[in-house]
Structure formats: C-alpha cells, structure tokens
C-alpha cells in the first residue's frame, strides 16, 4: 500500500492545474478589418469586399448609366450560391450594395425581404407618430434595375496542394423591359501550397 504524506497533497493537487492552460493555451490577436488574413484559400470577407468593390466600379463605368436621365434606383436581388462550401451570399449582397450606395451616381432601394419591416413600421407610424412626422403611403421608389447573379467554383486538390477558382456572374437588369443592360464577370484563383510546391 502506498502512503502519500499529507503535506505533499495540496502540491500534487495544484501540478495538473498548472499544466493544463499551458497545454490548452491560444493566442488571439485583434486586426484591421480591412487586413487580408487568409488561411485556407476559401472564399473569405476579403474577397467578398473586393469582388463587391471591382464589379460595381466596371457596373458604374459601363455605357448603360449614360443613357439615364436621372440616377437610377437599383435593387439588389439574390446571390446565388453554386459551390459546394458554406457562403454568407447576404454578406457579399451587402457588400455590393454598399459600394452601390458610396458611388453616389445611382440610388439603392431595399429587397423584397427588407421592405416588409419599413411597411410595418410606416403602418406602426399612422397610429402613433405625430401626423407632421408620418411616412406616407404610396410614396416608395420603384426599382428601375435589379442586380442578381450567381458564385461558382472549382476546387483541384493533391499531396496537399489545392487550387480554388471561383467565377462571380452578375447580371443587371431593366425592369420595366427585361433588358441586360450589364453583364459582369470577376475570377479569383487562389493556390494553397505545401511543401515543395511552388507557384
């Protein structure tokens, strides 16, 4: 039978207290939300923004809007997600109409799916907001164009090398005539290297 003095036991109790947050330790560091950090060569924010970014500057400098009289009020409609990981579509939606919204050369009106919250507020306002304050009824901005488009992708992996292509097609359409009025198209290809591999 062992015997273990009884001094020694608040030592030996406090031993795998002092060797486990060594064992299970991490280190978090806070970063510019616009830093490029990519770790495994998938779709990320950083190519959510950018490809937002790249695709409504070439939208905004195609011949279409000069043949508008006034800026046109443009709806952003789905994103289709055609790959075979996990992508927030609504993150790059936003992004896109945020970059629509900043150009300042055309105006931006809310989705299907936002506009029923700003009805409800509006009918919310004719019972208790003061009548000078009210929202009126009636008085939305119709869209004239709506951009929509779909993400694709390919994936080509060995020896634990891979290459992620993605492809982004977004068409704009007129409303009232059906009209592509643009068609845009922006590729990313990314290579995840290991070992000998080089690019």
């Known amino acids: 039978?062992?015997?273990?003095?009884t001094s020694a036991l608040p030592s030996l109790l406090f031993l795998p207290l002092v060797l486990l947050p060594g064992c299970a330790s991490r280190q978090v560091t806070r970063v510019d939300p616009s830093a490029t950090v990519d770790f495994s060569g998938r779709w990320n924010d950083t190519d959510?923004?950018?490809v937002a970014e790249a695709m409504?500057?070439?939208a905004l400098a195609s011949p279409w809007l000069n043949t508008r009289n006034a800026p046109p009020a443009i709806i952003v409609g789905p994103v289709r997600n055609d790959t075979l990981e996990h992508i927030p579509t609504a993150t790059f939606v936003n992004?896109?109409?945020?970059?629509?919204?900043?150009?300042?050369?055309v105006v931006v009106v809310a989705a299907a799916d936002e506009r029923g919250a700003v009805r409800a507020e509006r009918a919310d306002q004719q019972e208790n907001a003061r009548p000078s304050?009210?929202?009126?009824f009636?008085?939305?901005?119709?869209a004239d164009l709506m951009l929509g488009g779909v993400v694709?992708?390919?994936?080509?992996?060995?020896?634990?090398?891979?290459?992620?292509?993605?492809?982004?097609?977004?068409?704009?359409?007129?409303?009232?005539?059906?009209?592509?009025?643009?068609?845009?198209?922006?590729?990313?290809?990314?290579?995840?290297?290991?070992?000998?591999?080089?690019?």
């Open 1 to 5: 039978m062992v015997r273990i003095a």
């Open 48 to 50: 959510s923004r950018l």
């Open 138 to 142: 009636g008085a939305e901005t119709g």
């Open 95 to 105: 992004d896109l109409q945020r970059a629509l919204a900043l150009s300042d050369r």
């Open 152 to 199: 694709s992708a390919i994936e080509d992996s060995e020896d634990g090398n891979a290459v992620y292509y993605y492809q982004v097609d977004l068409t704009l359409t007129d409303l009232e005539t059906n009209e592509k009025v643009w068609l845009g198209q922006k590729k990313l290809k990314k290579v995840v290297a290991r070992g000998r591999y080089k690019v």
């Open 56 to 58: 409504i500057d070439d």
């Open 133 to 136: 304050t009210r929202a009126a």
